[in-house]
């Protein structure tokens, strides 16, 4: 093929331009607006849109950072290398699989939801089936080739994407034609009647922000695509520069709309919003459609993390000492160009989650830890902020390349905003358990790649 370029380690450049961009698409947009975004508005009304506009620029500055590291050195496929590059083997030891795992218990999440959406038409077919018939779909993909994922994950956010056009385009009509609802009529006025910042109390306030941090997870998956993108610096910095219109587009605007069509005091928080707006407007079959949707959203997330969870092990593999049974077995690319190995590894772990299915006992735990890993991801994207701190301090630095902007305060500032939201979720009762796990995870764990570089250090 022509178009058939090898990296050194094997893997092929098969995405393009239009693979990544989607990619990038579909990681900002997950079942968090579909689902989620009841019960942010109704804690804080019409300014939650402050709320996912600050959290969007933190994120876009995040992805700045891991866009300027990858815009130097293109050849990595996650960002985890950087901080095994810049902070050292015990970081980066810690950050690799402690995102690796996280990304198993995503995976976990996703296929769990998947099920539940499938089960919205199949009530009868149970859930492990449902489960381990998509995962050896999925698996099956990304085994093939990175172009057919890529190709898969475009199709995926452009059914995302067009659920947010009709959305917007069905509540501006609305809004234009002083459409009746049960609440009233559709108005500019019921997004700016009644305004105020904190409308429930500082409280309700500050703790949407995490619930909307939770959103925003994952965005980061675009840069793990880069090491297998074709133009790879060109492909960067168009799907990065653009992440923060596309929050403004799918996040900001659907929310106003939704705001315009039903009052945001009288939204329930119970059910989705897209639903409420597209029930108003009388479409009969939208239970149906909705579900289709938000079955796109989960099998999309799934898709990415099964991606992305192979890179990271064969990432750690390639990272690991000369010798070691990582090394030996798992830092190998198949003939056509897929970290095959990883990828299958950790899809077999992934299988847990259909074995949890018959037991509720086990779900409830599962819920808990799965919780814990997503507070970790806060965690690596520190350790990465600091990594692009220490790269800014090298020889590596490039003074032309695709600097993020702003950086002597965007980043000291990313840096801390992320840190107050771990901490911020110590005060709220359902995170407490999952923000008190992911700390003895970092002391212990932590402590021991500590200890593992130091024996390192001295033997060498």
Same mark, same amino acid.
């Given at each position: ?49 402050? %709320? ?87 698996? =099956? ?83 793990? =695509?880069?090491?297998? #993108? ?22 900001? #605007?659907?929310? %106003? ?177 999952? #923000? ?25």
């Amino acid at each position: 093929m022509a178009d058939k370029i090898e990296n050194r380690d094997g893997t092929i450049r098969s995405l393009s331009n239009r693979h990544v961009q989607m990619i990038a698409i579909g990681g900002t947009i997950g079942t968090g607006l579909f689902l989620g975004a009841g019960t942010t508005i109704s804690a804080t009304g019409p300014s939650v849109v402050f %709320i996912y506009a600050i959290m969007g620029i933190f994120f876009f500055f995040l992805l700045r950072a891991l866009g300027e590291m990858f815009y130097y050195d293109y050849n990595n496929h996650t960002f985890v290398s950087f901080i095994t590059r810049y902070l050292g083997d015990g970081f980066g030891h810690f950050a690799g699989w402690t995102y690796w795992i996280g990304l198993l218990f995503s995976c976990m999440a996703e296929l769990s939801a998947v099920s539940t959406y499938v089960q919205f038409w199949l009530p009868n077919v149970p859930a492990w089936l449902i489960q381990v018939v998509a995962l050896v779909l999925l698996t =099956t993909l990304n085994l093939t080739a990175a172009k057919l994922f890529g190709e898969t994950e475009f199709w995926f956010a452009m059914i995302k994407i067009t659920a947010i056009i009709a959305l917007i385009v069905t509540g501006i009509i609305m809004v234009a034609v002083n459409a009746k609802t049960p609440v009233g009529h559709a108005s500019l006025r019921n997004f700016t009647y009644r305004f105020a910042l904190m409308p429930k109390g500082p409280y309700a306030f500050f703790t949407a922000f995490p619930m909307v941090f939770f959103s925003f997870a994952g965005i980061e998956f675009v840069t793990i =695509t880069i090491g297998e #993108a074709k133009d790879p610096q060109h492909v960067i910095k168009k799907a990065v520069n653009e992440t923060l219109l596309r929050i403004l587009l799918f996040y900001i #605007a659907t929310l %106003i709309v939704i705001m315009c069509v039903i009052p945001w005091w009288t939204i329930s928080a119970s059910s989705s919003p897209f639903v409420q707006v597209f029930q108003i407007a009388g479409f009969n079959a939208v239970a149906s459609v909705f579900n289709f949707i938000v079955l796109t959203a989960a099998a999309s997330a799934l898709n990415s993390c099964i991606f992305s969870s192979g890179r990271h092990l064969f990432q750690l593999a390639e990272e690991a000492p000369k010798g070691s049974f990582l090394k030996k077995h798992f830092a190998k690319i198949s003939p056509n160009g897929v970290p095959a190995r990883g990828l299958l590894v950790s899809v077999c772990l992934v299988l847990i989650a259909p074995a949890l299915s018959f037991s509720s006992a086990a779900i409830e735990v599962f819920s808990k830890v799965a919780g814990a890993t997503s507070d970790m991801f806060i965690l690596v994207y520190v350790l990465a902020l600091l990594a692009h701190r220490k790269y800014r301090q090298s020889s590596d630095f490039m003074e032309d390349g695709f600097k993020m902007p702003l950086y002597q305060v965007a980043s000291p500032l990313t840096i801390l905003f992320f840190l107050i939201i771990f901490f911020s979720l110590f005060f709220i009762p359902n995170d407490v358990f999952g #923000a008190t796990l992911s700390v003895l995870w970092t002391l212990f764990f932590g402590s021991w790649c500590w200890i593992r570089e130091r024996r390192k250090k001295v033997n060498s």
